[in-house]
């Protein structure tokens, strides 16, 4: 109950200030902008690849893991027992170093996909920002936070356009 009243006192005693001034809101969707900038795109890009070049290690690492698993169910019944053991200790010990190696470098690229993605959403936080300035928004909200507004106070495009302007910009310069 008291939070309840300390709130509706807040906003019945900031009514005023805010009758004074224009209140311009405005939402951006973060995750299309990550997704739809050059900056995005191009990082995927190059996730994509680094996970084709993994993907193809791997699978010739699981092909001799089933060639020893192969041999183990054919030969394994015609062995010396010590032959066998030693065949089967082969399989375990590649096989887990296959797993290990497989968890290992999935998440080394989930890391790296969050290393771009919070580069770009600094950069992309930073054009929101600037937009917000320049269009004098009291507020901006992320679009996953807000269950219904009008599209008119979407600003995802222009902060999109912004922002790959600058990227383009920047990738000539380093070219």
Not at 51 to 67: D, T
Not at 115 to 142: C, D, F, H, N, P
Not at 161 to 171: G, L, M, P, Q, T
């Amino acid at each position: 109950m008291k939070k309840s009243l300390a709130i509706f006192l807040a906003v019945f005693l900031s009514a005023p200030v805010w009758a004074q001034e224009k209140v311009r809101i405005a939402f951006v969707d973060m995750q299309r902008a990550l997704n739809e900038s050059q900056a995005g795109r191009k990082g995927r890009e190059k996730l994509q690849a680094q996970l084709k070049k993994v993907e193809a290690e791997f699978l010739k690492e699981e092909q001799e893991v089933m060639r020893l698993k192969s041999d183990l169910d054919k030969r394994g019944p015609l062995l010396r027992e010590e032959e066998r053991r030693n065949l089967e200790k082969e399989f375990q010990r590649k096989y887990l170093a296959y797993q290990r190696n497989m968890r290992d470098s999935q998440e080394e690229l989930r890391h790296r996909e969050g290393e771009m993605a919070a580069e770009i959403i600094k950069e992309l936080q930073k054009t929101v920002a600037e937009v917000g300035r320049s269009e004098k928004l009291t507020l901006i909200l992320e679009r996953s936070q807000v269950i219904y507004s009008d599209q008119g106070l979407d600003i995802t495009d222009k902060v999109i356009e912004i922002y790959n302007k600058r990227y383009s910009e920047k990738a000539a310069k380093g070219k």
